[in-house]
């Protein structure tokens, strides 16, 4: 089992940035691929970037390309999403998760394990 943590969300001007961290604790975090996700209100949890195990292939919804990175660091335990350039439209509770499937990394079924959700609010 993994256990996730997220933090760093919060109200930003549109145009601003964030960073968002999620820590694991649990097993060997770099035997998961890692994911983000995110879901607004009234709308399904949808794909936002996901990372493979070393970090070296990073996937992104087309909606965030050039303007979020992921990234992780297997030593930390952590993974990140820096998002900048931020639009009223990213406004979700944002949602980190560990894949230790071979599924589709951009469904959320192929995750088995998801943190609690940061609130990320951009404001126009």
């Known amino acids: 089992q993994v256990q996730l943590v997220e933090s760093g969300g919060g109200l930003v001007q549109a145009g601003g940035s964030l960073r968002l961290s999620c820590a694991a604790s649990?097993?060997?975090?770099?035997?998961?691929?890692m994911g983000w996700f995110r879901q607004a209100p009234g709308k399904e949890r949808e794909f936002v970037a996901a990372t493979d195990w070393s970090g070296g292939n990073t996937y992104y919804t087309d909606s965030v390309k050039g303007r979020f990175t992921i990234s992780r660091d297997n030593a930390k335990n952590t993974v990140y999403l820096q998002m900048n350039s931020l639009k009223p439209e990213d406004t979700a509770i944002y949602y980190c998760?560990?894949?230790?499937?071979?599924?589709?990394?951009?469904?959320?079924?192929?995750?088995?394990?998801w943190g609690q959700g940061t609130q990320v609010t951009v404001s126009s």
């Open positions: 649990g097993r060997r975090f770099s035997n998961y691929r």
């Open positions: 998760a560990a894949a230790d499937s071979l599924g589709l990394i951009t469904r959320p079924y192929t995750y088995g394990h």
